[in-house]
């Protein structure tokens, strides 16, 4: 992937540095004890963000990215959806024999 650094006075043409958002620890904590707080985290705080490694500028956007970030968060409401579904099912068998 290529980028063309949206600042004027830098101009750089090439691959962007990469730069991961979150921490993998917490997000796995998360999951292990909070399920909905981990799915929150994964959601609004964990990715990648790109940059220019000439200017340091962010660069928020191209076509690239943008298909990158809606496939991923395309999966992302389906395994949520997944899990719902999951517990729903867990929930509703484990309060069944009460009734």
Do not use: A, H, W
Not at 7 to 19: E, H, M
């Amino acid at each position: 992937m290529e980028i063309i650094c949206p600042n004027p006075n830098c101009g750089y043409k090439g691959k962007p540095k990469k730069v991961r958002q979150g921490s993998k620890l917490i997000l796995i904590l998360l999951f292990l004890f909070y399920i909905i707080p981990g799915v929150l985290y994964l959601l609004f705080y964990y990715g990648d963000k790109y940059y220019c490694p000439k200017c340091g500028n962010e660069i928020k956007t191209t076509p690239e990215l943008e298909k990158k970030q809606r496939t991923n968060k395309g999966l992302l409401f389906f395994l949520i959806g997944l899990l719902v579904l999951i517990l729903g099912s867990i929930i509703i068998f484990l309060i069944s024999p009460l009734f």
